[in-house]
Structures are given as C-alpha cells and as structure tokens.
C-alpha cells in the first residue's frame, strides 16, 4: 500500500462550490504539506502543518483551509471553489532531521473548477 | 500559464538538466522526479559543502557562487524522461522551495 495517499484522485466541481481534499499517510511523520502544481510555476506551498496543534500559512494560502486531524490525516478545503483554483495538488510528507528535509509525495488530485 | 521547460535527448547520451536556486545559504538541494501521474519523489540530495556528488548514473553539481545547480544523468533510458524539480532547504523556514521543473524528453 502507498504510503501517502489523497481522494480523490480527480474532482470536477463547479464555482462557489465547497470541496475537500483528503491526505493520509503511514509514514509516522509529523510534517505534512499541501502544494498546488501549475504548468510553468512549479510547486507552491498553500498550508503545512508540524504536529497536530500547528497550522501555518505558506505563499499562496488565500482561499484555502486545512485541518490536522490526526498525525496521519491533513486535508485541504477549498470553501468556494474559483476556476483559477483549478490545479493539481499534492500532499506530502516529512521527518525532518537537522536540514535535511526529504519530502514524500501523495499521487495528486487533478482538480478541475467549472 | 507557460508550459514547464523541456529539453530533449536520445536515448545513451548523457542528459543535463540545470536549475538556478534562490538563497545561497540553502543547506541542502535537491533533485525530485516527477513521472506522468504520479506524485514527486526524491531522486538525489547534495549538502551545501560540496561541489559535486555521484550516485550510481546521477551526478550533482554544485556551483554556490552563482547559486547554479545541475543534474547529470548518464546513459540516458527512456524511462528517464519526466519532469524534474530542484528544491532547496533554506535554514529558519524548514520547509522546502521548489524550482518550476524541467521536461526531460528522451527519444529512442
């Protein structure tokens, strides 16, 4: 079994519309991260979460929330969805020891807003 | 927006993929693939301290002074070709910055 997983897999929702994306991991990691991918502009941090009681902001987290509700699960809400929202989003993983931060990466949700 | 950057190879020859990084105290960088319809996982790592580093096909260069970072992948396969991430650990936000990835194309 993977050991990040996200659902769904692929999302077409319409504007105004409230979605969630759900993260689980097996790894036992306490860091875990939501990106969004878009052609040209890499990877963008939205929200990250260190343990279960901290959320922060990364560059883009406007019109976006997350909730930590276990060590295991971190999921994205998008509370009205907007068609520049339409992207693919990963959630990751890490256990970061010193400076070295390797990240382990979910399959990604191809979200599509109407 | 713009597509990412794509660079093309035949099969056996030897690929190199460049990045330029943003902050030149950056601890450690990275090389993460990302093949079609999957997540991105990590494909090497060098510490800020060396020039280069050798793993197996791959090799990492470094260059601080120009904040230049480059993959070298030997004997090029079709199974190489994805797109490629560099990132970078920059000390006090402990978490990782992406580069906007290069298309790695390798033709038979």
């Known amino acids: 079994d993977a050991d990040v997983t996200q659902t769904p897999r692929n999302r077409i929702t319409k504007t105004g519309k409230r979605i969630m994306l759900e993260c689980s991991q097996t790894k036992g990691h306490d860091r875990m991260y939501w990106y969004r991918q878009d052609p040209g502009l890499g990877l963008r941090l939205i929200y990250y979460?260190?343990?279960?009681?901290?959320?922060n902001k990364g560059e883009i987290s406007d019109g976006y929330s997350v909730s930590r509700q276990a060590q295991a699960k971190f999921s994205l809400s998008l509370e009205s969805a907007i068609p520049n929202q339409t992207a693919l989003y990963f959630c990751?993983?890490?256990?970061?020891?010193?400076?070295?931060?390797?990240?382990?990466f979910g399959p990604g949700t191809r979200l599509t807003v109407l | 927006g713009e597509d990412v950057e794509q660079s093309l190879f035949r099969e056996g020859d030897s690929s190199v993929i460049n990045c330029t990084y943003t902050?030149?105290?950056?601890?450690?960088l990275y090389w993460y693939k990302q093949e079609p319809g999957a997540g991105l996982q990590l494909l090497t790592y060098?510490?800020?301290?060396?020039d280069m580093k050798q793993d197996q096909r791959l090799t990492v260069l470094l260059n601080k002074k120009d904040k230049h970072l480059s993959l070298r992948i030997a004997d090029t396969q079709t199974g190489d070709s994805a797109i490629y991430f560099c990132?970078?650990?920059?000390?006090?936000?402990?978490?990782?910055?992406f580069g906007t990835g290069t298309r790695l194309l390798v033709s038979p």
């Open positions: 990751a993983t890490s256990d970061q020891t010193g400076g070295y931060n390797e990240q382990f």
């Open positions: 990132a970078e650990s920059i000390p006090g936000f402990q978490k990782l910055v």
């Open positions: 060098i510490f800020s301290n060396m």
């Open positions: 902050d030149s105290s950056s601890t450690y």
């Open positions: 979460s260190f343990d279960v009681k901290d959320i």
